[in-house]
C-alpha cells in the first residue's frame, strides 16, 4: 500500500477527499456558525476575520454553508454508488458466470439503462414527480433519497460492465476448474472465488462515479430539483450567486465553485491512483523498477 | 469389485450433422492402490475421459453412454451434492495448468483449508494443522510460514506441489493427475512424478496417471491404457506393454519415444495425421496410418483378451 502514497497525485487526492468526508462529517462541530442563521445587517460581506469566505445575500456565513453543503454532495455521490456497486455487481458477476440466456437478458437490459442520459433523467423525472417528499405506500421519500436511487439506477451500468468483464474472463481461469474440482459449489466459487478477483476495477469505477454523483446533484440544486432552499448546498450557493457574477461579489460564488471542483478532482485522482496501484500489468511494471 | 469401473464409456457432443464421438466405447477398470497410465495423443480422449468420471464435462459435451461406477456407485447418476462431497475427498485431480491452478487473490493456507473444511467439519484451527501436514507431505520446506504466502510467490514446480497437497489432504482414495508435469521444466517433472509414486505407496492410494509421455508413465504406473481417437487400443503391463507390444498403433508409439542410441537429429514420427473426431467410421481410427490393415479394419476390432493383456485390433496375434 506504501507504494500508493508515494505519488504527488495520490497524496493530493486523498488529501482533498479527507477534506471533504471530514466537512460532511463534523459540520455541526466545525461550522462556526449556524448555515441558516440570517443576518440582513451583515449581507453580501466580503471575506473577513469574523466570516473567512465573507457572507451571502441573506448574511448567512459562506463557509458555514459550504461545509454543511458537503453533506447532501456526498451523500449523494456514496449512496448512488452503493447502489450502483450492489446491483452492477450482482447483474455483472451472474451474467459473466452464469452465461446463457441470464446474461443476454440481463446485459441487454443494462445497454438499455446505459442510453439515458442522467441529467435528463434525472431532471425529467424530479420535475415530473415534484421536490418534495413523495409518499410511497407507509414510507414518504424525501427529494434527496430520489435523487440517490435515480442517479444509483444509472451507475448500475457502468459497475455491472466492468464486472462482466472481470467475471467472463476470471470464469474460465483454471483455479476455477480446479475448485471444481475440488468440490466447490457454482455458487461458492462465483462469490468466494471469481468476485474476489474482479473488484479491483470496480472500486476504481465506483470512486471514480462518486465525481460524477457530485456533480450531479450540484446541477440538480442549481436548477432548483435538487437539495430545497434554505438548506446549504453547494450547486444551490452557486445558482444564488449568478446575480453577483457581473457586481463584484466573487466570494459568494468562487467559494462554492472551488468546493465543488476540489471535491470532484480530488475523488478522480484518487481513483485514478487506484487504478494505477490496483492494475496487475502497471503493477509488474513497477515491481521491475524496483 | 475394482475402485472405478468404466463400462463402454462414450463421450461426444451433439451438432447439426450428428453426433460427434470423442471417447467411443472405453472400458477399463483401476483396482484399490493401483497406478494406471491413460496414454494417448492430444485429442485421444483421455482428459475427457477424466473430466468425465468426475462429472465436470463442459457443455455441450456430455457422457452419451455407458457407466463409471467408483466404489460400486454409479456416478452418471449421482446427484450434485453427492458429486460435490466426492470430488476433493474421495476423488481428487491435479491437472496440467499448476501456474494459474491457484486462485492469486487468496494465500494459499486459505486455499488449502477451504478444501479441507469444505469436506471434513473440522474448526479452521484443525484444518490448519492438516494443512501443514499435507504440504509437508508433497516436500515443501517450512510449511507453516509457506501457508502466509500467495500464489506468485512460489515457483511452477512449487504450486503444483501446493496443488497436490490439496488434492491429497482430505486422503482420496482415487487421485486423477492429468498430464500434472506438462506445464514444467524437464527436471522438475522428474521431481513431481517421483513425489506422486511416493504419495502413492505412503497414502495407499489409486492413481491414474495421464499422459502422453511414455517414459514418465513408465515410471509410475504398472499398467497402461493407450487410446487412440476415442477406442483402446491395448491395455497391459507396463513392462510387457515395452517389452512386446502387440497393438500396430502401440508399436509405432513406443518407436517414437526418443533414446540416447539414436543418431543426432533423428526424431521417428508417425506417418500420417492424427484423426479428427466426428470424421471416423465404426472401425479402427488407426487404419489411414496403418501398415498392417486388411479389409476388415473397417469393422469395430474386438478386444482381445489374454490373461493381463487386451488389444484391439484384428492382426493381433491371439
Known sequence: ?290 | MALLEIDDLHIGYPTDNGVVELVRGLSFSVEAGEAVGLVGESGSGKSQTALAILQLLRPPVRILKGAIRFDGRDLATADERTLRQLRGSAISMVFQDALSGLNPAFNIGRQLTDVIMAHRRSSRADALKIAVEALGMVGIREPESRLRQYPHQFSGGMRQRVLIAMAIACRPKLLIADEPTTALDVTVQAQIVELLAGLRERLSLALLFITHNLDLMSQVCGRAVVLYGGMLMEEAPVAALFASPRQPYTRALLRCVPRLSDAPGAINSIEGAPPVAGRLGPGCPFVPRCALQVAQCVERPPERVDASRRVACWRAEG
Open chain 1, 1 to 290: 500500500m506504501k507504494a500508493l502514497w508515494r505519488r504527488p497525485e495520490a497524496c493530493i487526492g486523498l488529501i482533498l477527499v479527507l477534506g471533504a468526508v471530514l466537512m460532511a462529517l463534523l459540520a455541526p462541530w466545525i461550522a462556526p456558525y449556524d448555515p441558516l442563521a440570517i443576518d440582513l445587517a451583515r449581507k453580501l460581506m466580503p471575506p473577513s476575520a469574523a466570516h473567512w469566505m465573507g457572507t451571502d445575500q441573506n448574511g448567512r456565513d459562506i463557509l458555514s454553508r459550504i461545509i454543511w453543503g458537503a453533506r447532501p454532495s456526498l451523500t449523494v455521490g456514496v449512496l448512488a454508488v452503493t447502489i450502483g456497486v450492489l446491483g452492477g455487481v450482482a447483474i455483472g458477476l451472474s451474467a459473466g458466470y452464469v452465461r446463457g440466456l441470464w446474461e443476454q437478458a440481463a446485459m441487454r437490459t443494462v445497454d438499455g439503462l446505459a442510453s439515458i442520459p442522467m441529467l435528463i433523467w434525472a431532471i425529467a423525472v424530479v420535475g415530473i414527480v415534484g421536490v418534495g417528499p413523495l409518499p410511497i405506500g407507509p414510507w414518504t421519500l424525501p427529494n434527496e433519497s430520489k435523487i440517490i436511487l435515480l442517479v444509483g439506477i444509472l451507475y448500475i451500468p457502468p459497475l455491472a460492465r466492468v464486472t462482466y468483464g472481470g467475471a467472463l474472463v476470471e470464469s474460465n481461469a483454471d483455479y476455477v476448474r480446479a475448485r471444481r474440482m475440488q468440490g466447490a459449489s457454482r455458487l461458492a466459487i462465483m462469490f468466494g472465488d471469481v468476485l474476489p478477483n474482479c473488484l479491483s476495477p470496480v472500486i476504481v469505477q465506483a470512486t471514480l462515479l462518486i465525481a460524477v454523483g457530485i456533480v450531479v446533484e450540484a446541477s440538480l440544486s442549481f436548477v432548483g430539483l435538487g437539495v430545497e432552499p434554505p438548506n446549504p448546498s453547494w450547486g444551490g450557493m452557486l445558482s444564488d450567486a449568478r446575480k453577483y457574477i457581473f457586481s463584484g461579489e466573487w466570494w459568494t460564488y468562487v467559494f462554492p465553485g472551488l468546493a465543488i471542483s476540489l471535491s470532484v478532482i480530488g475523488f478522480n485522482l484518487l481513483g485514478d491512483a487506484l487504478r494505477e496501484f490496483l492494475d496487475p500489468r502497471r503493477a509488474a511494471g513497477i515491481s521491475v523498477v524496483a
